[in-house]
């Protein structure tokens, strides 16, 4: 993508669902999830993009090649 500097992106275990969550996604109060955070950055390093998902852990899996 032109213009596109990089970015990061953070993996980390939401121990507990919480009651908005849980009504949105229509799972348990207090289900662990996945939360995925990803910072996309322009090539003068402004943001871009911000995404936040929270995954089900049953239906996610997260694949990194090297």
């Known amino acids: ?3 596109v500097k990089g970015g990061s992106e953070w993996a980390r275990v939401l121990p507990a ?3 908005e969550d849980a009504i949105v996604i229509g799972l348990e109060l207090g289900e662990p999830m996945l939360r995925l955070c990803r910072l ?3 090539a003068d390093g402004s943001a871009l ?4 998902s929270i995954l089900d852990p049953d ?3 997260l694949h990194m090649a090297f």
């Open 1 to 3: 993508m032109a213009g």
């Open 40 to 42: 996309t950055r322009s």
């Open 17 to 19: 669902l919480g009651v």
């Open 49 to 52: 993009e911000f995404h936040e």
């Open 59 to 61: 239906l996610f899996v």
